[in-house]
């Protein structure tokens, strides 16, 4: 066990873990964050997608003693009253299904439109493909990453 | 307007009238009060009036709408509300909606499966809200002295004309109460809809999409502990025993503990199917050091049935091809005579393997067993059933089982079997503790409950005008009987000869998304177009010519036909007309049909150009389910299914070695990612005003025969083998 403050949706955080404890883990079973959610464990769903220092990082291999001075964000960061663009244009276009892997392609995607304001399909593909979603709202989330992009 | 009697769920009504005599209900259940909004809040009113097991009116004219079935993404959570509503005549954006714990005394059927939320309580949920609305209106007829039937609803509101009253529901609440429920309660006509038939959007969208905790993997209570199994590392194998004493004492493990799931005797449901019999329990304080501890923990296991592989499972099936059954399924006319005499003749044989449920939340449940009483809370399609083995394993009566469920991260079946909630209940009671077990996602695709895998031949023969006059078709499957011998082509075709067989295996099966149909649509479809390219014939109208003759000239006894053949070509008509069918677009298409779980839908599935396994570019699809109570969420759940079976069929396997799993995980088992999915879809619906089906399902079984009739066209090669990726099918011709 050792303590880390970690940084995360702007607020300083103290937990005593494992040093080898995914973030994922330390979100959800000791800080009480279930936004960020569980699917596979080994980088391959998305499921776990939160951004540190502002890229779309898996957290489900991100070990808590790596994290340092970071910054993390996590769905429940995103934004205050849940409306950044990719959570309305998300809701505008009825993207969920059973919502459970929408909280880390909703991560996905934002990380994407900060650095790429104006993605081609293509670099929506490319940069969503980690993200898996069983119920297959593909084809909804490419049209409201686009609608975000506009907004 | 019709008249229903409100026998359906009757009891559900006078009871809880009855109990709400008082007026005030109390209490949100677990889930509600996590996710009220601040709007929400603001808008509560002060008291809540009961006039039905299914709904509530506040006294500010809030209606809650209790949704009774499990929602694993289907979407009944919005779509259920919506029918008690429009019966009740309230304005959407006054509802909130709640998930109902399990209740038997109110709700029927609580169970997702079949796709027939909908179709099934279609009858009660109007009535519910029938009945409340009949309720408020006698409560204003009595306050204003007027007759009930001069009284008009819109909206929440009662308005009586003629003296110029008017009342919100909320100011009626309280009086409604203590009106005696009606005998009978009208209906509105299908004309006067103002809710069904409109785009709603998820009730819970916005707590998903701010990552509220919603599912049963968000549940953490406390002083609670988790607590994840190890089971045996290969079907055929059992418990043999541990030395756990190391593990133990590893941080954070509470216990490590060998414990019998089903001991012998116990009374199981259909439910348990799929459940191993002895586990492994590891409870610590977190997900991490269980995770940590389970690594660690060596457990010796033993020999106990035969170790099976993927290639014995294929030799078997492929044998039983092989071999008649005594008992055909169905039989019309003589096959035999008919190839003997047929011009041509056409014989193919599919196959697929099995495939994990994979829902993209692994399988997990709460429990809290206390010698009082057991509180269970998690994502369960099936809390009926699984609440009676609860009670029998636990040796308590049922009355002291509380099931409640959560929303889930997904189905298609997997939830269906709930041998993880008895888990669940054993482990809190040999703890003396409030627990969460974890699957892990190797532990979940890893268990089984998969869908079984299949073979199946065809064999069609063709009279020299191209006319369809005979086809055989003998189906097998590992642990499931293939065939639906009485669907589509059975009826339309004179000589006609279905056979099926099971083959027993120790790898455990159950239900996935579209039972059978996830297989046996997707051969047929593919092999009739075959049979259309032999008689020389469009694929589209060989089919119409098919169903003409069922439904002109029926073979057999059309009852026995369980398919609606004018509105199976119904939807192939719609299609047809949508796609522009026939006209040169440049690209590959296939066409395909399917009727299954009460809906039919055809689609035109078109790819892109270049590969050996080209993309889907557009997808046109046409569905005939009835009346469509939300069209927004029908779409959705149409798109997520013919994605389901594109990703499935192309990309998907589970296979074995010596009885073990060799896919575990998302990097051995593929799934369709956002590349790799169709780039447009659009759906239509024929509106034909006929009672709603379900669309869970039957939108994904024909959507796999459209692709590979498609794939024909773009590479001139016939994919008869499951998944397509993996299949290197020679040039035809
Ligand atoms: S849980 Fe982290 S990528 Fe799947
Ligand atoms: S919405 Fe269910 S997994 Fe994506």
Redesign the interface.
Same mark, same amino acid.
């Given at each position: 066990m050792a303590t880390f403050t970690l940084n995360i949706n702007g607020t300083k955080q103290e937990v005593d873990v494992d040093p080898s404890t995914p973030m994922l883990w330390v979100l959800r079973d000791h800080l009480n964050l279930v936004g960020t959610k569980y699917g596979c464990g080994i980088a391959q769903c998305g499921a776990c997608t939160i951004h540190l220092d502002g890229t779309a990082t898996r957290a489900c291999m991100l070990t808590v003693s790596s994290v340092g001075n970071s910054e993390i964000t996590t769905i429940e960061g995103l934004s205050e009253e849940g409306d950044h663009p990719v959570q309305k244009a998300w809701l505008e276009v009825d993207v969920p299904q059973c919502g459970y892997c929408q909280a880390g392609q909703i991560m996905t995607a934002s990380a994407l439109l900060e650095k790429n304001p104006n993605p081609t399909d293509e670099e929506i593909e490319m940069a969503m493909n980690g993200n898996i979603c069983r119920c297959g709202t593909y084809t909804r989330i490419k049209k409201a990453v686009k609608l975000a992009a506009k907004s | 307007m019709t008249l229903v009697k409100t026998k359906i769920g009757r009891r559900a009504f006078i009871r809880n009238t009855g109990l709400a005599s008082g007026g005030l209900v109390i209490g949100f259940s677990w889930l509600a009060s996590c996710k009220m909004t601040p709007e929400q809040v603001n808008s509560l009113p002060k008291e809540w009036f009961e006039l039905n097991g299914f709904l509530k009116v506040g006294d500010n004219g809030m209606v809650t709408i209790m949704s009774p079935n499990p929602e694993? =993404? #289907? %979407?009944v959570k919005t779509s259920m509300p919506m029918i008690v509503a429009e019966e009740l005549d309230v304005a959407w954006k006054n509802v909130m909606v709640e998930q109902a714990p399990l209740n038997t005394d109110i709700f029927t059927r609580q169970l997702a499966g079949g796709s027939q939320s909908i179709r099934q309580g279609w009858e009660s949920l109007r009535m519910a809200g029938a009945t409340a609305r009949h309720m408020l209106k006698d409560a204003a007829a009595q306050a204003w002295g007027v007759p009930a039937d001069e009284i008009t609803t819109k909206d929440g509101v009662l308005t009586h004309e003629a003296s110029g009253n008017s009342a919100g529901y909320g100011e009626m609440a309280s009086a409604a109460t203590s009106i005696e429920v009606p005998e009978e309660v009208q209906l509105k006509d299908n004309g006067n809809f103002s809710i069904i038939g409109t785009?709603k959007? !998820?009730v819970?969208?916005?707590e998903?999409?701010? *990552?509220? &905790?919603?599912?049963g993997? $968000?549940v953490?209570k406390e002083g609670m502990l988790?607590a994840m199994i190890v089971h045996p590392p290969a079907f055929g194998m059992k418990y043999k025993g541990m030395n756990a004493d190391a593990v133990k004492s590893m &941080?954070g493990i509470k216990d490590v503990f060998h414990f019998e799931v089903y001991p012998e005797g116990i009374e199981k449901q259909w439910s348990d199917q799929g459940g191993i019999p002895e586990l492994v329990a590891i409870v610590g304080n977190?997900?991490?050091?269980c995770? #940590?501890a389970k690594k660690s923990l060596e457990v010796e296991w033993e020999q106990d049935s035969t170790a099976e592989s993927t290639s014995y499972h294929e030799e078997a099936l492929a044998e039983l091809l092989e071999t008649p059954s005594e008992t055909p399924a169905r039989k019309d006319g003589d096959v035999d005579a008919a190839f003997a005499k047929a011009a041509k003749i056409v014989e193919s044989t599919y196959s697929a393997p099995y495939l994990a449920h !994979?829902?993209?939340? &692994?399988m997990n449940f709460f429990a809290h067993v206390t010698p009082e009483k057991a509180e269970l809370l998690g994502p369960i399609q099936t809390p009926e059933f699984a609440e009676k083995t609860v009670a029998a394993r636990l040796g308590m009566p049922l009355e002291k089982i509380d099931i409640m469920m959560t929303?889930? =991260?997904? *189905?298609?079946g997997r939830r269906l079997y709930g041998p993880f909630v008895i888990e669940a209940a054993v482990i809190s009671q040999k703890m003396n503790a409030p627990i969460k077990l974890v699957y892990?996602?190797e532990d979940d695709m890893t268990q089984g409950t998969y869908r079984p895998s299949y073979k199946v031949k065809y064999k069609a023969g063709l009279d020299e005008n191209g006319n369809l006059i005979a086809w055989h078709v003998r189906g097998a499957g590992t642990n499931d009987d293939l065939i639906f011998e009485n669907r589509f082509p059975a009826g339309a075709v004179d000589n006609y000869l279905a056979e099926k067989h099971s083959l027993q295996t120790n790898v455990t099966t159950g239900a996935w998304r579209a039972p059978r149909s996830n297989f046996v649509a997707g051969a047929e479809q593919a092999f009739m177009d075959e049979v259309a390219e032999a008689a020389g014939k469009d694929p589209l109208e060989f089919r119409l010519e098919l169903f003409d003759r069922a439904i002109n000239n029926p073979v057999g006894d059309p009852e026995q036909n369980d398919y609606d053949p004018e509105r199976y070509a119904g939807v192939l008509k719609l299609v047809k007309e949508k796609a522009n069918w026939g006209a040169e677009t440049g690209k590959a298409r296939g066409v395909a049909a399917y009727y299954c779980h009460n809906s039919y839908v055809a689609q035109v599935i078109e790819l892109e150009d270049g590969g050996d396994m080209p993309r889907v570019d557009n997808i046109i699809c046409a569905v005939d389910c009835g009346i469509v109570i939300n069209p927004?969420?029908a779409k %959705? #759940?149409i798109?997520? *299914?013919? /994605?389901?079976g594109i990703?499935h069929s192309t990309y998907s396997a589970m296979s074995f070695e010596d009885g073990k799993p060799q896919q575990s995980?998302? $990097?051995t088992y593929r799934? /369709?990612?956002?590349?790799e999915? &169709?780039? %447009? /879809?659009e759906v239509h619906f024929v509106d034909n005003g006929i009672d709603p089906t379900g669309l869970g399902e039957p939108s994904l079984p024909p959507a796999i025969a459209a692709l590979s009739n498609a794939l024909y066209k773009a590479t001139g090669r016939r994919f008869y083998k499951q998944p397509f990726i993996n299949d290197k099918p020679p040039l035809v011709g």
């Open positions: - | 694993i =993404g #289907q %979407n785009d959007k !998820n819970d969208g916005k998903i999409v701010t *990552g509220k &905790p919603l599912f993997l $968000d953490y988790t &941080p977190s997900t991490w050091e995770m #940590q !994979n829902t993209m939340e &692994p929303r889930m =991260g997904g *189905g298609f892990s996602r927004l969420a %959705n #759940q798109e997520g *299914g013919m /994605i389901d990703g995980n998302f $990097d799934l /369709i990612r956002h590349s999915a &169709p780039k %447009n /879809i």
